[in-house]
């Protein structure tokens, strides 16, 4: 049992939460994830990157975006409930090293809450961190303060233009490439994101580091359900990742197989929420 | 063999025991009592629910089967038992209707009796060498000693019996255990019993390891496994769910920073082996760990009421030949598939899975198809299996493993539509532990190396079960915490 320390809705439907979790705070580090269930009879275990942590008070900070039944019923629990399980922290670290060249940290939607430890991370490591951060509109655009103290340079993108560039990040992403050599792309966000991103860097051979977040159940490689086609391997994001060279993964695969469930749950939903007329309660 | 109900197995065994005085029984009269067949569920029924297929003897049965145990007196049977059962002690005093005394007997040695008696492959191992069935030339004609198991386990169950096995004064060492399933509990239950402190540390959010993930409710009811849990946790044993040793804790800071006297691993075996065909990533392609946990531990079967998703196929392929893919055909077949098949590349004769799974199996629908092996999984426009390609076999020269080679039959491809298939081929080792903890030695199968006490390459610290194995059975792995506590229970008296 974990519990809810701190509750923060920062748009419509993505809520960070601090959670208790000493242990997770001490052992994590930047790109690891956890798993927790909601509520234990019958819940679906979810993995969430942890976009924070704070080893003193013992607590780790997740952000997410309730989209599904489980994330929903998550985002209804308030400070002082708890959370049945949480398990973590899990995946590999990402691989903090000190360059001479910028880094470039890309971040699309609810992927911006990952990637802030890791802009964070490479900050700390005496690198030039050049952040581009994005969203559909002004008001879904997270973490842009949290960004900005850990980037030497931020540019903000919105689908509809209404705060920072119209474009969608890679357009930022493909200038930098061109003009300022980057070391090291790192692009989280929805899978289309990182796919377009990882084939904008590719031309210029900048190394580009992907997070990818599939279907999962344990988080510790007994499952397989979240096994990936990188290269010519296979190879399981629990254990070998999340983060793997963005060039080498087949995203049609991966994006096909995170639709496994889709028309299930899409029958799952239609009727949970529904009154006994079909209408919304 | 004919489907026999339950009532007709129980009368007839009622019947037969007025006319058997148990003071006068001889070898002979013995081999004469006929053996007692396991009364199940009617198979039609049974594989639309998840309820437990067999059904348990009565209590005229687990007399008579009893009676047929010749009580040898060098007792081969107790040579098979990876736990070294008083075998011949519990059957007697079964066969004497004192079933108290018979699961003491049982108690001595294994401290999850119920779940033993359920899924141990004990035509491998104690019926192997059981007299009566060398006399008849057939292993499974040899005393049911499982099914006697698992009847007196039952019994202390459903009459309270339950008695917490008494605790050692407290030593004030500690020990930590990794991973809550067979070999874990076992490891827990002799050294709480010797006074030590036993915290038990579990990934998942329950206890039991493969017993709750992997096997499911129609070969071992949750509850018998929460119920043996619950009997270690009223020893004293302590026991964390939701942590991870070697993420949420590295394996030697338990001995550094959490004063650990000893830990012992039993973290199973972890990694589901992939065939490396092409199309094995493809949406509808499970292993059989992913299906079965979906289903048993975060009973997905219960669409009414799991969040958690289960694909719903309408033809699956199960590839492999062992308990796991039994389990996996029959949950696919329950879930509602209307043709479930298991494609397997030797011949019945050499399927590892237990002669009663695949009966059960058989009587339940699903179809066989030996001497055949998928060379590449087939996908649709969506990204979506839609069938495999098939090659046929024939049997060669014996391997290494004395089983005859399968060979493939060149152009003897052939296709089979289905929309699912569940690779059940067993697991490679986890690497969690071993990343994270540099000087722990592993082999090049990523198994943890051990020497004759169970004892690792770094101090303290010592392993046993499918993460020393490879994958194997439920005792097995008990052996393995039965003799890896015995040696750390040594090493904390020196």
Known sequence: MNKIIRKIQLSDDVFQMEIEAPLIAEERKAGQFIILIVSEEFGERIPLTIAGADEEKGTITIIFQAVGDSTKELGKKSEGDYIDSLLGPLGKATHIVKYDKPVVCVGGGIGVAPLRPIVEAFKKAGNEVISIIGARNKDLLILEDEIRAYSDEVIICTDDGSYGRKDLVTAPLKEICESRDPAEVVAIGPPVMMKFCALTTKPYKVKTTVSLNTIMIDGTGMCGGCRVTVGDETKFVCVDGPEFDGHLVDFDNMINRLNTYKHQEEEHNCRIGLDSKGGEK | ?494
């Open chain 2, 1 to 494: 063999m004919e489907y026999v109900s339950p009532d007709v197995l129980a009368k007839e065994a009622d019947e037969l025991i007025k006319t058997i005085d148990p003071s006068a029984l001889n070898p002979k009269s013995r081999r004469a009592i006929p053996l007692q067949e396991m009364p199940s569920q009617d198979p039609l029924v049974r594989r639309n629910n998840m309820e437990e297929v067999a059904l348990g003897y009565t209590e005229s049965q687990v007399k008579l089967e009893a009676m047929r145990c010749l009580q040898c007196k060098n007792a081969p049977c107790i040579s098979g038992c990876p736990v070294s059962i008083n075998i011949p002690g519990f059957i007697a005093a079964a066969a004497e209707g004192d079933f108290e005394k018979s699961i003491g007997i049982i108690k001595e040695s294994s401290s999850l009796p119920a779940i033993c008696g359920r899924v141990c492959p004990q035509e491998t191992q104690c019926m192997a060498t059981c007299t009566v069935g060398k006399a008849e030339k057939d292993v499974m004609r040899s005393v049911q000693i499982g099914r006697i198991e698992r009847y007196v386990a039952d019994w202390e169950r459903e009459n309270d019996k339950i008695q917490v096995p008494e605790v050692a004064p407290s030593t004030g060492k500690r020990v930590a255990i990794v991973g809550s399933g067979p070999s874990g509990l076992s490891a827990a239950f002799d050294l709480r019993k010797e006074g030590h402190d036993v915290t038990v540390y579990e990934a998942f959010h329950k206890n039991g390891g493969v017993t709750v993930y992997g096997i499911p409710e129609f070969r071992l009811p949750k509850k018998i496994v929460e119920i043996e849990i619950d009997t270690l946790v009223k020893m004293g044993v302590k026991i964390v769910t939701n942590f991870l040793v070697g993420k949420t804790r590295k394996l030697t800071d338990l001995l550094e920073k959490d004063g650990f006297d000893a830990v012992y691993i039993a973290a199973g075996a972890g990694l589901p082996k992939f065939m490396g065909i092409e199309g094995e990533n493809l949406v509808g392609v499970f292993s059989a760990n992913e299906y079965l946990t979906r289903s048993n531990l975060m009973k997905a079967y219960d669409t009414a009421n799991s969040r958690t998703p289960i694909y719903h196929a309408k033809k699956v392929a199960i590839f492999g030949g062992g308990n796991v893919a039994m389990d996996a055909a029959r949950t696919a077949k329950r879930i509602g598939a209307e043709e479930v098949h298991v494609v397997y590349r030797r011949t019945e004769a050499e399927m590892p899975a237990r002669v009663e799974e695949v009966h059960h199996a058989k009587e339940e629908g699903i179809i066989f198809d030996f001497l055949t092996n998928p060379v590449k999984i087939l996908g649709d426009e969506n990204g979506r299996v839609k069938g495999i390609e098939c090659l046929k076999y024939e049997l060669g020269e014996p391997d290494d493993s004395g089983r005859r080679r399968p060979v493939p039959i060149e152009g003897s491809n052939f296709i089979i539509d289905l929309d699912a298939c569940i690779p059940s081929l067993g697991n490679n080792a986890n690497p969690i532990l071993s990343n994270s903890t540099p000087d722990l030695e592993v082999n090049k199968w990523g198994n943890i190396v051990v020497d004759e006490n169970n004892k690792t390459s770094i101090d303290r610290i010592y392993a046993g079960g499918d993460i020393v194995l490879g994958a194997a059975t439920v005792i097995l792995a008990m052996g393995q915490g039965r003799h890896a506590a015995e040696s750390i229970n040594k090493l904390l008296k020196a």
